[in-house]
């Protein structure tokens, strides 16, 4: 089970309307897999495994991802 708090903003994922989940799976799921974007802004400390972003290779960032879009989904929110 992933962390609850939002990778992207700090606050708890529960606290997401809808319209905010999207916004900020969509930042983390474009800058995840954007080492170039992710590597000039503040840490993305990976929410799925708690790794930083900068230390996946681009298919541990996809999966890890995927994972999280799934455990969200899973938490009801959207
Ligand atoms: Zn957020
Ligand atoms: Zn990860």
């Not at 930042?27 to 995840?32: D, V």
């Not at 541990?60 to 989904?73: G, P, S």
Request: net charge negative; glycine share 2%.
């Amino acid at each position: 089970m992933i962390s609850t708090a939002c990778p992207l903003c700090s606050e708890e994922l529960k606290n997401h309307d809808k319209e905010k989940i999207d916004k900020c799976l969509w930042r983390f799921a474009r800058e995840a897999r954007n080492p170039i974007v992710y590597a000039s802004r503040t840490k993305l400390i990976c929410p799925t495994c708690g790794e930083e972003m900068l230390d996946h290779n681009i298919n541990e960032a996809h999966e890890c991802v995927e994972q999280f879009i799934r455990d969200v989904e899973e938490m009801d929110i959207l």
